[in-house]
């Protein structure tokens, strides 16, 4: 699948539409079980609190993998993107209730890094409970 957006539609300044992903203590354990990272940090708040945390914190490449799907939804192809780095800034807080946390996230093009190769560089932004999560949250993706 190619991506949907074209080269041309774009200009640096481009805004892509900003998402929420919720996190609940249930899809930690999901996804513990997918990536195999079984470290209580991530369900036990009990010890997450004995190392000094504030609580459960979720996985940063969980973290990170939420924040790249505006990029691969708005492009329309996860395939597009050819790059994507992170700094992790402050870790997701998990509350042990029935709303969890939220990631929220927002891009925009940052740059058109190359005509021929119709490659962008995407800025994200993502913050939970008012802080921000992700620093250098960067994306070449290449368009249609």
């Not at 000094?52 to 993998?65: E, K, R, Y």
């Not at 395939?79 to 998990?94: C, D, I, Q, S, W």
């Amino acid at each position: 699948m190619a991506a949907r957006i074209s080269y041309a539609q774009v200009a640096p300044g481009t805004e892509l539409p900003a998402r929420g992903f919720p996190v609940t203590r249930a899809t930690l354990v999901r996804y513990a079980g997918a990536s195999g990272d079984f470290n209580p940090i991530h369900w036990n708040e009990r010890f997450a609190r004995e190392v000094g945390l504030p609580d459960v914190i979720a996985h940063g490449m969980f973290t990170m993998a939420e924040a790249v799907r505006v990029v691969t939804d708005w492009a329309g192809d996860p395939g597009a993107v050819l790059e994507y780095g992170v700094r992790f800034t402050k870790p997701v807080v998990v509350p042990d209730d029935e709303t969890g946390a939220l990631i929220e996230v927002s891009g925009k093009v940052a740059a058109k890094l190359d005509d021929e190769a119709r490659t962008v560089r995407v800025d994200l932004t993502a913050a939970s409970a008012g802080q921000k999560v992700l620093g250098m949250a960067r994306a070449v993706v290449r368009l249609a």
